[in-house]
């Protein structure tokens, strides 16, 4: 089984204006509440959530940031996310899943998270990971 992890940013604390600061960490915290209580649905047992320390995102004036990845897969980055935007990200998770390399077409992206992604990272080449491990 491959492992498809959805990290997700707790702490905003290297903003660069502190202003908000608190208000960002707050969010960051309240998006990993709506998406942990997913774990216990069976339509999501396979994603694995898990909160890091920073995605950095909010140095370049993001916030509430998460990065959906798999290894041999793209990798997707949304920022500025709410919590209307849980039900979508989880949409989201379940077609980049079943797709073989993780490429989900931007037209099959749920709406509310189409203007969230920021980048889509193309998955590393096979032979780098072979070599790696050799």
């Known amino acids: 089984m491959t492992l ?7 702490s905003c604390s290297t903003v660069l204006s502190h202003d908000e600061a608190d208000d960002r960490a707050e969010g960051n915290q309240l998006l990993l509440k709506l998406l942990e209580a ?3 649905n069976s339509t999501y047992s396979s994603l694995n959530i898990d909160s890091v320390g920073c995605l950095w995102s ?3 004036k993001y916030s509430c940031a998460a990065t959906l990845v798999c290894p041999q897969k ?8 709410l919590q209307e935007n849980v039900t979508d990200l989880l949409q989201f998770s379940q077609l980049y899943q079943e797709s ?21 990272i193309p998955p590393t080449p096979e032979v780098l990971y072979s070599e790696v491990l050799s």
């Open 4 to 10: 498809h992890t959805l990290f997700v940013c707790k």
């Open 38 to 40: 997913q774990k216990n």
């Open 58 to 60: 909010c140095v370049s």
């Open 74 to 81: 793209y990798t997707y980055h949304f920022v500025d996310l």
């Open 100 to 120: 073989q390399d993780g490429y989900v077409l931007p037209a099959k992206i749920p709406g509310t998270l189409r203007s969230h992604l920021l980048v889509r």
